[in-house]
């Protein structure tokens, strides 16, 4: 009975298998849509990925923002090193002879070394970082859904400036690194 079960779902799965690679046909390219990637002049794209990549952003540009890094003073412990003179015990032996006549000798001498560690010695003054440096860009009309404006995406700082460079509700892609600002 286990092994019917067993044939019966590969054979369907075999068969919506076909099925969809009946429906799948395309451009050839990888793309249903026609989507022929580059950026003409003056289409104001930013960047040339197909929209086959699920990362892919693409929307009319509305604003950017650029977040700048904020730090504060703190301390932490300081460590030195210390180091202290120390020695070791160290095994010699030497076999000598052949066959029935082989002898061990044996023998300790004494090795001097540094021990060294670290070890808390007051303390030191830093700058932490409380937020990191973020570019973000808003989109209307995301990725063709008139329904979603003033989305917010964080972008690298190249894409930033790209999108700084274009008109106001001009046609930008990209990928963003995440989502709100």
């Known amino acids: 009975m286990f092994s019917k079960q ?7 799965t075999a068969f919506l ?4 690679a009946a429906c799948g046909g395309g451009g050839g ?3 249903a849509a026609g989507y022929k990637g580059g950026a003409g002049p003056g289409s104001g794209n930013v960047s040339t990925r197909s929209p086959a990549d699920p990362d892919h952003v693409v929307g009319l540009r509305d604003s950017v923002r650029h977040v700048s890094r904020k730090t504060v003073r703190d301390t932490r412990p300081h460590l030195v090193k210390k180091c202290t003179p120390a020695t070791r015990r160290v095994k010699h032996t030497r076999r000598t002879g052949t066959g029935t006549r082989k002898k061990t000798r044996t023998w300790y001498t004494t090795e001097r070394y540094r021990s060294c560690r670290k070890v808390h010695q007051g303390t030191e003054s830093y700058r932490r970082v409380v937020r990191k440096e973020r570019w973000c860009v808003m989109l209307d009309d995301v990725n ?5 404006d003033h989305v917010w995406y964080r972008v690298t700082s190249t894409t930033y400036h790209e999108a700084l ?6 046609r930008i892609e990209f990928v ?3 989502l709100g600002c």
Do not use: E, F
């Open 6 to 12: 067993r044939l019966l779902v590969a054979g369907v």
């Open 17 to 20: 298998m076909a099925g969809l």
């Open 29 to 31: 390219n990888g793309d």
């Open 144 to 148: 063709g859904d008139t329904t979603r």
């Open 165 to 170: 460079g274009t008109d106001r509700q001009a």
């Open 176 to 178: 963003p690194t995440g």
